[in-house]
């Protein structure tokens, strides 16, 4: 039986999110996160996609790098449930306590070692250890991973030069979060057609699907901090709270109201 994801944030640690799922068939959309993400799978099988290019299938014991800002998703097989681990590292804090980690593709690793290693350490984190044992932990666990003889298989990065045109539509979209398509494409002195398809093949989402991702990720940080559902909607421009939770749920594989409690 299907159990509700579980989520490990401590104040002490404010660097690492941690998440627990157990037979679960939630899937998501191509999505993109500001953290440094690590899965593990633990039960059944997935498919990894990056960049829109050809899967990968995992396995039971095989770990997922994610660099920040790479456009991925990662579902169960067809009529099949999956358990997995997600741990969620701030990226400025990975570059300063493990550089070599940071790159711009996601990275498949198979490695039996790594992954008791993996699950030793997110079983500490769910724990009551302190957290000089977690850190500890924790900055182990990256050292090992980085340096691990493993097999690796490079995927398309999400993070490739962005072209020269569309970077007032980010500028844009960081100024303006709400911007509608027509503005975003003179923003960028093209159609909005070119612009849906310039901005696909830069970043793997459409100019919508990038906003919508951006609301998600936002919303993540303000429910943390313990925002109102209804608080959260209106602020980024979601229709009513139902639309907000339909989004948030096809982005993170849990209803708002269970991912911030």
Not at 161 to 190: D, F, K, M, N, R
Not at 230 to 236: D, G, P, T
Request: charged share 15%.
């Amino acid at each position: 039986m299907a159990s509700h994801p579980s989520f490990c944030r401590d104040a002490t640690l404010p660097h690492v999110e941690s998440r627990r799922a157990c037979h679960s068939r939630a899937c998501y959309k191509p999505h993109s996160h500001p953290t440094f993400s690590i899965g593990a799978v633990d039960a059944g099988g997935s498919m990894f996609t990056g960049c829109g290019k050809a899967a990968v299938r995992l396995a039971p014991g095989s770990l997922v790098l994610v660099p920040a800002g790479c456009v991925h998703a990662c579902n169960p097989l067809p009529e099949m449930a999956w358990s997995y681990q997600m741990l969620h590292l701030d990226a400025q804090w990975l570059l300063e306590h493990a550089p070599a980690l940071d790159g711009d593709t996601a990275r498949v690793r198979d490695c039996p070692v790594l992954y008791a290693q993996f699950c030793a350490m997110n079983a500490l984190l769910f724990s009551s250890g302190s957290a000089q044992e977690k850190d500890a932990a924790l900055l182990a666990f990256l050292g090992a991973c980085a340096s691990a003889d493993a097999d690796a298989d490079a995927l398309p990065s999400a993070r490739k030069p962005v072209p020269l045109h569309l970077a007032p539509v980010l500028a844009a979209l960081q100024t303006q979060p709400l911007a509608s398509l027509q503005q975003l494409a003179q923003a960028a002195g093209i159609s909005r057609y070119q612009l849906i398809r310039a901005f696909r093949a830069a970043t793997g989402m459409t100019p919508h699907a990038y906003q919508l991702n951006a609301h998600i990720n936002r919303a993540r940080s303000s429910l943390q901090a313990g925002a109102a559902l209804a608080q959260v909607a209106h602020e980024l421009g979601f229709a009513d709270q139902s639309h907000f939770q339909r989004v948030f749920k096809a982005h993170a594989g849990i209803t708002p109201g269970r991912y911030r409690s």
